[in-house]
């Protein structure tokens, strides 16, 4: 597709469920971010990928959280046993790899933790 | 490590009046600055950057963004305000001297324009 897509859109699971969040970048883009946004604050960074190896993960909460990139296109977040602290829109974002380029962003999943 | 802060949770502004969104910067290294703009319910939208040569940097929308080294800001600016520029308005650096970092983000302004 033209653009970053992410599937769900919109996912509601129950506290202690496993939850995964699938990120299509622009084809061609090596790079891949995920952020997380909660209401009312900036997307913070949670990992990293250039190509298909973690470049930076420091931004992920605790070990319930695990992201993987495979074939260096497509990235899954996982995160296992929920907790409502978790509620927030996922965020994620491909570009042309380098620190020059701009972050194209997909229009987020939305994760509510009941 | 690197961090954004914008000052001004919301800043209003009449249409058709300067408006000024303020972010200052703190990298160990030199910085890598750039603009997004949110809209209800999407994505972030890319507005513009600075990444070296000239201070005053133009990007998307008629916006505008100064990079001022001493005082450590980039502030984005445009001349004339329209009601359609109301959106959430992040600020964002990264670190030139620190290879394989992510782009880190400040908590956002909301710009509300008034017709």
């Known amino acids: 597709g033209a653009g970053v897509s992410q599937t769900p859109s919109n996912k509601v699971t129950e506290k202690g469920k496993y939850v995964e969040l699938r990120c299509d970048p622009i084809?061609?883009?090596?790079?891949l971010y995920w952020y997380r946004q909660s209401l009312g604050q900036g997307p913070e960074f949670l990992i990293y990928f250039q190509g298909t190896g973690a470049a930076d993960d420091s931004g992920l909460p605790n070990d319930r959280f695990f992201a993987v990139r495979p074939e260096g296109s497509v990235s899954t977040l996982k995160i296992q046993r929920t907790e409502r602290g978790d509620s927030a829109v996922y965020l994620c974002a491909s570009s042309f790899g380098g620190a020059t380029g701009e972050l194209f962003f997909g229009e987020g999943s939305r994760l509510t933790v009941l | 490590a690197q961090s954004v802060a914008q000052p001004e949770d919301q800043v209003n502004v009449a249409e058709g009046n300067p408006l000024t969104v303020k972010c200052t910067y703190s990298?160990?290294?030199?910085?890598?600055l750039f603009w997004y703009v949110q809209y209800p319910n999407r994505g972030l939208q890319f507005l513009l950057k600075?990444?070296?040569?000239?201070?005053l940097v133009k990007g998307s929308y008629g916006f505008e963004a100064e990079f001022n080294k001493s005082q450590t800001s980039f502030h984005l600016k445009k001349p004339s305000a329209l009601v359609s520029d109301s959106a959430l308005y992040f600020c964002a650096v990264r670190d030139v001297n620190q290879a394989g970092t992510a782009l880190i983000f400040g908590k956002g302004t909301t710009l509300s324009v008034s017709s």
């Open positions: 600075y990444i070296t040569g000239d201070n």
């Open positions: 990298v160990s290294g030199n910085p890598y």
């Open positions: 084809s061609g883009h090596t790079a």
